[in-house]
């Protein structure tokens, strides 16, 4: 069974996120995926090995309204609809407020007003942030080119427009 099709088995298609059609970038093409024109309009999309192996951990689009699923996925502990889609144990350990590296599995540690924050960082400025304590995510999903490239903008955007505002 392909990545993409375990994916949509076990993830996608329980949390009703569309996965059809998939815009499939490839690995090493002269234009960069996250600027290639199929790539932006596309509502999902996924990088691609020459050996048809989808990337595990990056390169994929999604919608925010799709990003918010992930993240409400994760504020609910696996839990989506009733239904336990992720192991609670795989949620507190991925997002693990002391990880060594300030990174857990795939998640940056991100406080948020002093309390446990982590956040799903993609290229050009797509985030999901996740606070628990507070009960709040927050997705952005945007094209920031240049240094502040991969969250850094939307992170100040969030603590200076966002976080202040919180009741």
Known sequence: MSLLDYARQKLFDPLEIPTRPVYEARFGEEVPYWVEPEFLAADFAWLRAPDGVH?????????????????????DEGRWQGKQLVPADWIQQSTAADAPSGYGYLWWIHPVQGQHGYAAIGSGGQVILVAPDRRLIVVASSYVVGPDQGGDAIFRLIDLAVVPNLP
């Open 55 to 75: 990337a595990g951990s990056f390169a994929m689009k999604l919608r925010p309204t799709d990003m918010l699923k992930l993240g409400q996925l994760y504020l």
